[in-house]
């Protein structure tokens, strides 16, 4: 699918995700640090839905999964194991004229610092021979700065649930084939940081290493492709905008024995959300061979040893997150209160996602009766769901505002809540279709708590 490059609308995803408080840019009173990023409340709100959902769908739904949390930081020896330490990174050059660092694999795709109309290639400028560069951020551990304390922050989660795989297993009492879930934080010192949080140093990652017998790690590729692909459709991302991208076999680790890539059409371009791997036996082969330490399973059924396969389904927060926020925005011709024309910018999450469920407005704020019986529907709603009370402005203005968060329904309570034969009964706003009804505030825990499931 040819896709339009939008650098307009990135502009006003990246303007309104400031404005509104979703993410920042971090030590931004310093001056920033390229490549990492804050989330502010409604950010924080709509990452943690989302990594709930991946957790409730990997974990609580499933038999055969089970979850951890491992340490950021490894023993060095892990990453040496791994290969990390030899082979991750990237092939970097140096421009001569402009002092630009780029990936040699992105020239094209990238801008030279002094013609950014061209890119690195295409603008005249010396390119240096390409070298390559770690991406892992090194650090040291004690009092000691040098060589024998040096580890790294991880640059994946995945590794922490290899080493632990026999402890997992033994605990969880599971048979092969099952998975061990995990979300944490990773760290890449990436050369060009980019697209916002897409190409981040510091991002977080969901990521799921599903252990199956050898011979059977191409079906369960498959499997995970498609339960993946449904995981997006789950969180409002339309299936035609989900690309699966078969990796071909030069473009692959070298020890993987297939890979998709699950990529979203953002609008600076096709780009990978998520990588599917057949991870094949090299990971658990390779801490059992440089740790002395079995990693093989007993298949008492079979009664054979042997060491597991696996199927990585590896995921990224920020860039789901930036998925959504694309996936969300909108601007609609609406008529406003007196009937005239306006645009009104909407984010269209899913409700599921959504980072505030529901707004809850007194009509009027200088009105004692109904500030009280609105902070009454307030009190009732939140434990249930993350609400936002608002009493500023007129009350289409306040629509507006939760339009612009994405907040999937609005509650307003006004005089005939109070008395007459409407006692009791509040309006509930819809945001996409605008629609207003009445309904009882008794009804309203149950009615917003299935939407929002
Ligand atoms: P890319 O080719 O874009 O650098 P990758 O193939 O190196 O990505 P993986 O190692 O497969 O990425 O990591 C799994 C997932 O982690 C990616 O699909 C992505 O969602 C996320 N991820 C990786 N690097 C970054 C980054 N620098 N910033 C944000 N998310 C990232």
Redesign the pocket.
């Known amino acids: 699918m040819a896709v339009q490059h939008d650098a307009s609308l990135m502009e006003k995803i990246v303007s309104l995700c400031k404005r509104r408080g979703f993410i920042f840019p971090s030590s931004e009173i310093y001056g920033g640090l390229n490549g990492v990023w804050d989330y502010g409340p409604l950010g924080a709100e709509l990452k943690r839905n989302l990594k709930d959902h991946w957790w409730r769908s990997m974990t609580q739904l499933r038999d055969d999964v089970v979850g951890m949390d491992g340490a950021i930081l490894m023993n060095r020896a892990v990453w040496k194991a791994s290969g990390h330490e030899k082979t991750f990174s990237d092939p970097l050059v140096d421009c001569k004229t402009c002092k630009g660092r780029f990936r040699e694999d992105q020239l094209d795709t990238s801008q030279c610092k002094m013609k950014p109309s061209k890119t690195p290639r295409t603008c005249g400028g010396e390119l240096s021979p390409p070298r390559q560069f770690n991406l892992m951020l090194k650090t040291t551990i004690g009092a000691m700065e040098d060589d024998s304390n040096a580890t790294y922050l991880r640059p ?1 989660t995945a590794q922490a649930i290899f080493v632990q795989f026999k402890s997992v297993l033994e605990v969880a009492r599971k048979k092969i084939p099952f998975g061990i879930a995990q979300i944490g934080k990773a760290f ?1 010192n ?1 050369i060009n940081p980019r697209n916002y949080t ?3 140093r510091e ?1 977080e ?1 969901m990521e799921l290493e599903f252990f199956v017998k050898p011979g059977t790690g191409q079906e369960w590729l498959e499997y995970w492709k498609e339960e993946r692909i449904k995981w997006y459709t789950e969180i409002g991302i339309p299936r035609e905008k989900i690309h699966v991208h078969e990796v071909p076999d030069k473009d692959r680790a070298f020890y993987s024995q297939g890979t998709y890539d699950l990529e979203y059409a953002f609008p600076f371009g096709v780009q ?4 599917v791997a057949y991870r094949t036996d090299y990971d658990l082969k390779q801490h059992q061979e440089h740790s002395g330490k079995s990693l093989e399973y007993f298949d008492e059924e079979t009664k054979q040893k042997y060491i597991p396969h696996v199927v990585e389904p ?3 927060v ?2 789901t997150v930036l998925a959504l926020l694309c996936e969300a925005y909108r601007e609609e011709e609406v008529p406003d209160e007196k009937g005239k024309q306006e645009t009104r910018i909407v984010m269209r999450f899913s409700p599921r996602i959504a980072p505030v469920k529901v707004g809850v407005f007194p009509l009027l704020k200088n009105k004692p009766e109904l500030v009280k019986k609105t902070g009454e529907v307030a009190n009732l709603l939140r434990p249930h769901m993350a609400i936002f009370y608002d009493e500023s402005g007129a009350i289409g203005r306040r629509y507006r505002r939760q339009d612009e968060v994405g907040t999937p329904f609005g509650v307003t309570i006004d005089f005939e809540t109070l008395e007459g034969p409407q006692k009791e009964t509040v309006t509930l706003r819809h945001r996409d279709s605008m629609k207003q009804e009445r309904i009882p505030i008794a009804g309203l825990v149950t009615r917003l708590s299935a939407a929002i499931r």
């Open positions: 994946e890449r990436e897409f190409r981040s991002f990652q990978e959300l998520e990588g590896s995921a990224g920020d860039r």
